[in-house]
């Protein structure tokens, strides 16, 4: 029924843990990069995000944000996505993200966005 309450793996072994669904469909939770991800300076993250009522739609569109905890740097990543249920009831979630980082003036805001 793509809920999106649990704990998520990404192919790059990134985890997203969602506590459940409130009455309004917002969720939070936290998000722990993988190894892959190559920042050995990321900490545990919160996320805070919102899905679609699946009393209304079965494969949910999703959103949520990540602040992340760093040690020495500002980064948000909003991630934009859906729900799918497969014919053997398997949840998959695909998603597109962005990355944020803080520009130190307005001439660098060109490459603050991945």
């Given at each position: 029924q793509c809920l999106l309450s649990g704990s998520?793996?990404?192919?790059?072994?990134?985890?997203?843990?969602?506590?459940?669904?409130?009455?309004?469909?917002?969720?939070?939770?936290?998000?722990l990069p993988g190894p892959a991800a190559g920042y050995s300076e990321l900490l545990t993250s919160p996320l805070e995000g919102s899905q679609q009522d699946t009393g209304l739609v079965s494969q949910p569109i999703f959103s949520f944000t990540v602040n992340w905890?760093?040690?020495?740097?500002?980064?948000?990543?909003?991630?934009?996505?859906?729900?799918?249920?497969?014919?053997?009831?398997?949840?998959?979630?695909?998603?597109?993200?962005?990355?944020?980082?803080?520009?130190?003036?307005?001439?660098?805001?060109?490459k603050a966005t991945r």
């Open positions: 998520w793996r990404s192919d790059t072994s990134c985890r997203m843990v969602v506590s459940t669904l409130d009455k309004d469909n917002r969720f939070s939770g936290f998000y905890r760093l040690r020495d740097a500002a980064r948000t990543t909003v991630f934009l996505g859906q729900c799918y249920v497969d014919t053997n009831g398997e949840e998959t979630l695909h998603a597109l993200w962005l990355l944020r980082e803080a520009a130190d003036s307005p001439a660098e805001d060109w």
